[in-house]
């Protein structure tokens, strides 16, 4: 007997388009889910980029207009993977057409817009999902596991870092994401929301924030035609950056842990470096992207002559996800970071819960962001 469906229309197919579309297409194959998903409809302003990228990702079709994509009845789920600047018009549009709502993150380009959204998709009372892939990844999911389990005691400190060098080169050129109007901020929302996120996850919820955003390289080449790796081509006149090229910050969470968080874009040799550190009372996590299916885990109850940091290879079936995929010892990848989270919110969805992280996770990642801001046009500690 063959399942319901989920049938999503994707707005974006670039970079995170082709993520999200991986994940939709690969997501029945590796979980028994109770919904099939159906990929109808991508949406893309370019019609000949657009029809070419839904043929090679698999959709059924294409759309160049948004609005389409929201006002079809057969789509239930549509998801924003635009700029940041079409997020709020977009998502607002969808909820009050009754639809459920994923969007990639940082959710909003400002608070204001951010606060819309969440409230937009509460009124609706449909659900919601929120591309903080990271979570997901078997190594993170059991990273919390343990500390809800309490076996790091009392959270004394997280120290985030989410580091690359992608635009460290001066002749890169002003593609979107280095302009305000389009990305909302630099470094800052890109890459610390997503170690923001982490922290919320597994530590708490920030109390206070005092923190310092900066710009290296003030002006560069235009952008011509882009690529979907970050990437564009370069011309011979010139604009400005307005956006933060790093942001660091110090945190307090509510539950008196403190944080230190730091992301980059000139961090040059890190290419895609997210790396976190727990330290409790009883012992501390360490994890990074770049080496994403480990998890190293110092256990302070362990005998004295054998203390030290032991690497858990997180791909064991009974933790989390990687019982999904191969044997033992069979890594997975940054991929599978999107293929876990759509399946997560396909179960929720089905069952009558909201997915995790939601638009109300975004919402309160993009306080942290806005406090952050706040605090170095203040110069001062700011309550988040």
């Given at each position: 007997m063959s399942k319901p469906t989920l049938t999503v229309g994707l707005i974006g197919y670039q970079f995170m388009g082709k993520a999200h579309s991986n994940a939709y297409r690969q997501v029945n194959r590796f979980f028994d889910l109770p919904l099939q998903v159906r990929m109808k409809t991508l949406c893309?302003?370019?019609?000949?980029?657009?029809?070419?990228?839904?043929?090679?990702?698999?959709?059924?079709?294409y759309e160049t207009d948004w609005r389409r994509v929201v006002n079809d009845p057969e789509i239930d789920v549509v998801d924003v993977s635009t700029p940041g600047s079409s997020h709020c018009e977009i998502v607002c549009a969808a909820a009050a057409a009754g639809k459920i709502v994923f969007c990639e993150k940082p959710i909003g380009n400002t608070l204001e817009e951010a606060q819309r959204m969440r409230d937009a998709v509460k009124q609706s009372g449909r659900p919601s999902a929120v591309f903080h892939n990271y979570r997901k990844a078997p190594a993170v999911a059991l990273a919390k596991k343990m500390i809800a389990e309490g076996r790091l005691g009392t959270l004394y400190h997280m120290r985030a870092v989410y580091l690359q060098d992608w635009i460290a080169d001066p002749e890169f050129p002003l593609v979107w994401r280095l302009q305000k109007e389009t990305a909302g901020s630099g470094a800052h929302g890109d890459i610390n929301s997503h170690i923001i996120d982490?922290?919320?996850?597994?530590?708490?919820?920030?109390?206070?924030?005092?923190?310092?955003?900066?710009?290296?390289?003030?002006?560069?080449?235009?952008?011509?035609?882009?690529?979907?790796?970050?990437?564009?081509?370069?011309?011979?006149?010139?604009?400005?950056?307005?956006?933060?090229?790093?942001?660091?910050?110090?945190?307090?969470?509510e539950n008196g842990a403190l944080g230190t968080f730091e992301a980059s874009r000139f961090a040059v040799g890190r290419k895609n470096y997210n790396r976190f550190e727990i330290n409790g009372s009883k012992g501390s996590l360490v994890f990074n992207l770049e080496r994403m299916n480990e998890l190293e885990y110092y256990n302070n109850d362990d005998p004295s002559e054998t203390h030290g940091f032991r690497m858990i290879q997180a791909t064991q079936a009974?933790?989390?996800?990687?019982?999904?995929?191969?044997?033992?010892?069979?890594?997975?990848?940054?991929?599978?970071?999107?293929?876990?989270?759509?399946a997560d919110a396909v179960s929720a969805i089905a069952s009558g819960k909201d997915p995790s992280p939601n638009m109300e996770d975004g919402y309160q990642n993009q306080r942290v962001l806005d406090a952050v801001e706040r605090s170095h046009a203040a110069r001062t500690w700011l309550a988040v």
């Open positions: 893309g302003r370019n019609e000949a980029a657009v029809k070419a990228a839904a043929d090679g990702l698999g959709w059924e079709g982490l922290g919320r996850h597994l530590v708490g919820g920030f109390k206070e924030v005092c923190g310092t955003l900066h710009t290296f390289i003030t002006k560069r080449p235009l952008a011509g035609a882009i690529d979907d790796k970050l990437g564009a081509q370069a011309s011979s006149e010139t604009g400005d950056v307005t956006v933060d090229d790093a942001a660091m910050f110090l945190a307090r969470f009974d933790h989390p996800y990687a019982g999904h995929y191969w044997p033992v010892g069979h890594i997975i990848g940054y991929e599978h970071t999107f293929v876990n989270l759509v």
